[in-house]
């Protein structure tokens, strides 16, 4: 398993993955939280704060992965010309290595490569639709729509990361480092 460590919001590797438009970030340092027997495993315990409890229930249902298995959890998405067409990306770094077998035993609707890597797509319920792109053996990207996924909604993200400069708009890396400075469990 990967070491679980503190780590300031600009150092969550997950960081690197995000698409170059993204206005708004949420980071949700799950291995941390389960570590902190007093204000972490609060967290997350259920019932679970919303966000949390959806964000962890999709990644355990596609992917057969345990809530101790999860490293840390980055959302993100953009209000742009395309909104109210919303797009949400998730990455997951997890500290096993991900089970392609596990993520074939959820099921998924349709299973290929993109950019030789395992994609899967999945029916969250009758509103969501979900891809997921496994994109080394403890990261995942997630794409989550409303609309069927299509390939052309993997544009702007990497499968390998990206350095925080390029993979962050300016001023969100600025008001990052300058409003989140220390550790947090969330943000």
Not at 156 to 176: F, H, I, N, W, Y
């Amino acid at each position: 398993l990967e070491p679980i460590s503190a780590r300031r919001p600009l150092e969550l590797s997950g960081l690197g993955y995000l698409p170059k438009d993204c206005q708004v970030i949420v980071g949700l340092h799950i291995a941390e939280m389960l570590a902190d027997k007093q204000a972490g495993q609060a967290l997350l315990a259920e019932p679970r704060p919303a966000l949390l409890d959806w964000a962890v229930k999709q990644i355990t249902r596609t992917t057969g992965l345990k809530l101790d298995d999860l490293d840390h959890v980055v959302l993100a998405t953009a209000f742009d010309a395309n909104f109210p067409q919303f797009q949400l990306v998730m990455i997951v770094k997890t500290r096993p290595k991900v089970s392609l077998e596990k993520i074939a035993d959820a099921r998924p609707r349709k299973s290929s490569l993109h950019q030789d890597r395992p994609l899967y797509e999945f029916s969250l319920d009758t509103l969501r639709e979900v891809m997921v792109w496994c994109v080394e053996e403890r990261t995942l990207i997630y794409v989550i729509r409303l609309d069927p996924p299509k390939l052309e909604h993997l544009h702007g993200l990497s499968v390998t990361p990206r350095k925080l400069d390029e993979a962050l708009p300016g001023v969100l890396a600025k008001t990052m480092k300058e409003r989140l400075p220390t550790h947090s469990y969330a943000w």
